[in-house]
């Protein structure tokens, strides 16, 4: 099955930027970096030249043995089995973070030869570059590929219905009859989350355990990531903070404890730890601010904040829930305090925004989930799993801050109530879009 991904609109952009410089294109692991590569190079290159350093690391030798670009592309040319020509073929370089050489010959494929299309992938770059891999600075260009969004999933499930929530161009409510199948698809989602082949396994088959088999085995390599790739000292504390994210959501009060990693644990012993599943980009790290202002970055409180994964349907499935829940109701959105809603919202919001979402706290009275920043404006965000959506904390936020938009996150219908949102769950992904009608 084929599943549209919007990033390749960026792509196109990048392909016909007259600026453009050799692409780094990161995300965590499974998320398809490698299938949108190809697939973007067979539809708008006349050729695909594919090299994979972790599979085929001979092709090291190439970039130890030489700076020349015109002698690099020769050598590679010989691999591929016929010549390497600028504009018309796509070269990719996957796994790049294997080999520094060939990161650092981006800088000069940028300087020297930039008519040679280069488009670099690595589940693990940041968690190379964090151990001192050095980097051509200012020298490529950089996209990121996060996992399947609901959107994109819909598209592939039920195109006319992607199309419908497209079309809305106003703050009203959603006719029922479109309301509830939406609904019953973001239930679908959630047994999937947004990793690639667990999305196509699902479409394709409609066989949940089918889908949790692809999910678990994806977990299996998560942890082989860990036991292949960090330090030893740290392999065993990564995976006690891995298995402990489940039981930090499930906390009324979210904010991520270290003892509750392991007894007895302190920040300094494990923030490496957590630090490498960041970098590996597997978790979201979202900071306490101590004044929702402008920048956000400014008002982080480093010694709080609210981990997250990568993707839902990874949550889902390291949670152990079973996907029977799909048929009770609204369970599958409420079950743990509706951290599976709050993973969905995050994720989605990542995929959007620019700027990581933050969350705000006022003395143990109140907590507002999330914290946006966009065009200069900040806006509160709530997330209610369910219909029931009383709540005080977006009323005590309001009333000290006054901000103009309020957002709310529910089983609800699209509904504007003075400053105040609601925007359904499966409308997360036309957040933007929906401040952007607001504020017209």
Request: proline content about 5%.
């Amino acid at each position: 099955m084929i599943i549209q991904r919007d990033i390749e609109n960026s792509l196109i952009a990048w392909k016909s930027s007259p600026d453009r410089k050799p692409l780094i294109l990161q995300g965590a692991r499974q998320t398809g970096k490698t299938w949108i590569l190809e697939q973007f190079g067979n539809k708008y290159f006349e050729d695909v030249a594919y090299f994979n350093f972790e599979e085929q690391p001979e092709l090291k030798q190439f970039f130890q043995s030489s700076k020349d670009t015109a002698r690099i592309i020769q050598n590679l040319s010989l691999v591929h089995g016929k010549a390497i020509q600028a504009q018309s073929t796509l070269i990719i370089f996957d796994e790049i973070q294997e080999c520094n050489e060939a990161l650092n010959s981006l800088k000069y494929f940028c300087e020297k030869a930039p008519g040679f299309a280069i488009a670099g992938a690595g589940s693990l770059l940041g968690v190379a570059l964090s151990q001192g891999l050095s980097f051509p600075v200012g020298k490529v260009d950089f996209l990121t590929i996060h996992p399947v969004t609901f959107n994109e999933f819909l598209a592939a499930a039920d195109p006319q219905l992607a199309d419908y929530l497209t079309s809305i161009d106003a703050i009203d409510p959603l006719p029922d009859i479109f309301f509830s199948q939406l609904v019953e698809k973001l239930k679908m989602y959630f047994i999937s989350g947004g990793m690639p082949e667990a999305v196509a396994k699902l479409l394709e088959t409609h066989d949940v355990q089918q889908t949790g088999q692809v999910l678990n085995n994806l977990l299996r390599a998560y942890t082989l990531d860990f036991s292949k790739h960090a330090e030893k000292k740290d392999i065993p504390k990564i995976g006690y903070v891995w298995a402990s994210i489940p039981g930090q959501l499930a906390r009324e009060n979210k904010k991520f404890l270290y003892q509750t990693v392991k007894q007895g644990a302190r920040a300094r012993e494990y923030e490496d730890a957590l630090q490498w599943l960041s970098n590996a980009g597997l978790v979201h790290i979202i900071h306490r601010i101590s004044n929702p202002s402008m920048p956000l970055s400014a008002y982080d409180d480093l010694s709080a904040f609210k981990i997250y994964l990568v993707d839902v349907g990874i949550l889902r499935s390291l949670s152990m829930l079973d996907p029977i829940a799909i048929r009770e109701g609204n369970r599958l959105f409420t079950e743990f305090k509706g951290a599976l809603s709050e993973n969905y919202v995050l994720q989605s919001l990542v995929s959007q925004f620019e700027v990581l979402p933050r969350y705000w706290t006022s003395e143990n009275k109140a907590e507002v989930d999330f914290i946006l920043q966009y065009k200069n404006e900040i806006i509160p965000v709530e997330v209610k799993s369910d219909e029931n959506v009383r709540g005080k904390s977006l009323t005590l936020f309001h009333k000290q801050y006054s901000p103009p938009l309020r957002i709310r996150y529910s089983m609800k219908n699209l509904k504007l109530d003075g400053g105040l949102v609601n925007i359904p769950m499966f409308m997360a992904d036309h957040t933007k879009k929906i401040i952007d009608l607001f504020r017209d």
